[in-house]
């Protein structure tokens, strides 16, 4: 953690890159205040995906406790100099993921956007010290490429699931109309129980049947929002032959479910006494069968007709 600042306020990660402050930010000159200066600073930092900013935030935080270490004022750390990035970015090469190092780097040049501070750092260089992180991500941090999703691991996954329990359902209905929609699982699910919005997630009432130009039945749900365009967008599916059609697999989970036209598309009921406890599918929800699978995965990896499923992640499958 970084040193009890002032200009570093306690808060989500989410929340860092406006609420942390250079030691001498833009002030308030002629006709603008500072709460022009502030609004400007939201507005900046509204131009960032959620976890976009979440991840950002981790960067910035990483920054932070770099320069304590190296008792770097605070003056100096925005805007930050060419010699000072690159001494940070050295430090976390060999030891970091590639990947990560680029988002805390990332993380820190929005931060000065964001607070309207000049971003100094040579592009060339930068980009020589980030292609040099990348191959010296260590082999213990590498993840080998997982194979595509496939209807034969898909039909081992239901083999483990109850068509009468809630739980089992949502997720079989999320996880099918997402393969055939080749939809992001981020943009079906919500990352906490609390965490739906109507404006952001899709709803029940996004969820709509209707034809193609041919006269093919398709259903459509519509994404308000999703992380490359603001306006949304939609995506489609249709009835599929087989126990994998994702048509049966939502009509069974709106009749198990029933979730209100106003909450989102995945959400699952209880079997309490009353159905008043409804709970929003997260994804970050594990399933209680996944546990079972070791088995099968192991035989159908081994087969060559399915990938192997990563269980230390916790989440839903992701974007088959």
């Known amino acids: 953690m970084p040193r009890p600042s002032q200009l570093c306020p306690h808060c ?46 981790s960067g910035l935080l990483a920054w932070h406790v ?43 040049r929005a931060w000065h956007v964001v607070h309207s501070m000049p971003w100094r750092p040579n592009d060339n260089e930068l980009d020589l010290l980030l292609k040099a992180a990348d191959k010296l991500t260590p082999e213990t941090s590498k993840r080998k490429k997982r194979q595509p999703y496939t209807v034969a ?45 109507p404006s952001t997630h899709p709803s029940r009432q996004s969820l709509r049947r209707d034809q193609d130009r041919d006269g093919r039945k398709v259903t459509i749900l519509h994404i308000p929002r999703t992380k490359t365009s603001v306006e949304g967008e939609e995506v489609f599916w249709s009835a599929q032959n087989g ?16 979730p209100r036209k106003a909450s989102t598309c995945f959400r ?26 070791d088995s099968t995965r192991s035989k159908v990896t081994a087969s060559g007709s399915a990938p192997p499923w990563n269980t230390s992640c916790g989440e839903c499958p992701s974007k088959p």
Not at 22 to 34: A, D, F, R
Not at 40 to 49: D, I, P, Q
């Open 153 to 197: 691991f898909i039909l081992k996954l239901r083999e483990k699931m109850n068509p009468d329990d809630p739980f089992d359902t949502a997720i079989f209905a999320c996880l099918v109309c997402l393969f055939y929609s080749a939809s992001r699982v981020g943009e079906f699910t919500v990352r906490r129980l609390n965490a739906f919005d």
């Open 243 to 258: 126990p994998s059609d994702p048509e049966a697999a939502m009509d069974r989970h709106l009749e198990l479910n029933n």
């Open 268 to 293: 699952t009921s209880t079997k309490a006494a009353t159905d008043l406890s409804r709970k929003p599918r997260s994804s970050n929800a594990s399933p209680r069968w996944l546990a079972a699978l």
């Open 66 to 108: 770099w320069c304590d270490s190296k008792e770097v004022p605070e003056q100096d750390r925005a805007p930050a100099s060419q010699i000072l990035i690159s001494a940070f970015i050295s430090s976390l090469t060999g030891a970091f993921v590639g990947k990560t190092i680029r988002n805390y780097v990332y993380g820190l």
């Open 12 to 57: 989500f990660a989410g929340e860092r890159l406006r609420l942390w402050q250079p030691e001498k930010p833009i002030t308030p000159s002629g006709v603008v205040n500072q709460h022009d200066i502030d609004r400007v600073v939201a507005t900046l930092a509204l131009g960032f995906a959620e976890g976009t900013k979440e991840s950002y935030g």
